[in-house]
């Protein structure tokens, strides 16, 4: 990336697609903003710039590079090689990390890897934070995977209640569809993620509860 770019980035504030952290923390937080770019859209984590664009710059890239190689490499599941980039920015060294969209949908952040038990949990981005997915939402990154088996499904009573109500309320969640359809929760969350997957539905993720919208209804 040459410097211009780096400055038209910190310019434009975190988004998306970028985020910055004035200094590294640990593998654990840093794979957590990995893994919301690989599941989400891709995206800069940019390290040595604090969140109102101010350049600090970072006191030991190499050494800074590599918690960021533990973190994609232990505390991802499945792990990913970000492109990792030095910018010498008025005189200070910004440590850029360059993360792809990925195919092998969902990366899950792995907490206490060299323990027995460890906990694993996806992450996306939601305007400028990186939230934890829904069951639905890790469920639906599953059925992006390249690996994933061929969806297959038909279209029944239950689903042309949702496609009313949606029609009606432009909007529901999964306790909306078990409640106008009289059924469990469970089953309901199944039933949507594969109207996502189908293309019928579209998932919004908020930081209290998912909601889903038509597809042909989003402007």
Same mark, same amino acid.
Do not use: W
């Given at each position: 990336m040459h410097p211009l770019e780096l400055k038209d980035l910190i310019l434009e504030g975190e988004t998306s697609t970028t985020e910055f952290k004035r200094k590294f923390t640990t593998p654990v937080k840093i794979a957590?903003?990995?893994?919301?770019?690989?599941n989400t859209k891709g995206?800069? @984590?940019?390290?040595?710039?604090d969140d109102d664009g101010s350049v600090y710059g970072?006191?030991?890239?190499?050494?800074?590079?590599?918690l960021v190689e533990r973190a994609s490499s232990f505390n991802l599941n499945p792990p990913i090689i970000p492109d990792?980039?030095?910018?010498?920015?008025?005189?200070?060294?910004? &440590?850029?990390?360059? &993360?792809?969209?990925?195919?092998?949908?969902?990366?899950k952040v792995v907490y206490n890897p060299d323990e027995k038990k460890t906990k694993q949990i996806a992450y996306v981005r939601v305007g400028?934070?990186? &939230? &934890?997915?829904?069951?639905?939402?890790t469920k639906i990154l599953e059925g992006t995977n390249i690996n994933a088996e061929p969806l297959r499904m038909s279209v029944?009573?239950?689903?042309?209640? @949702?496609?009313?109500? @949606?029609?009606?309320?432009?909007?529901a969640t999964v306790k909306d569809f078990a409640k106008?359809?009289?059924?469990?929760?469970?089953?309901?969350?199944?039933?949507?993620v594969r109207l996502v997957r189908a293309g019928v539905l579209q998932?919004?993720?908020?930081?209290?509860?998912?909601?889903?919208?038509?597809?042909?209804?989003?402007?």
């Open positions: 957590k903003e990995i893994s919301a770019f690989a995206g800069f @984590l940019i390290f040595g710039v970072v006191e030991s890239e190499k050494g800074e590079i590599d990792i980039e030095i910018i010498d920015l008025y005189g200070k060294d910004i &440590v850029i990390v360059l &993360v792809e969209e990925s195919s092998e949908k969902p990366h400028e934070q990186s &939230v &934890v997915a829904s069951r639905e939402m029944g009573d239950n689903e042309r209640r @949702l496609f009313k109500y @949606l029609e009606k309320h432009k909007r106008i359809c009289n059924i469990s929760k469970r089953r309901a969350s199944q039933l949507i998932i919004h993720q908020e930081s209290s509860t998912d909601y889903y919208t038509l597809v042909e209804s989003i402007e």
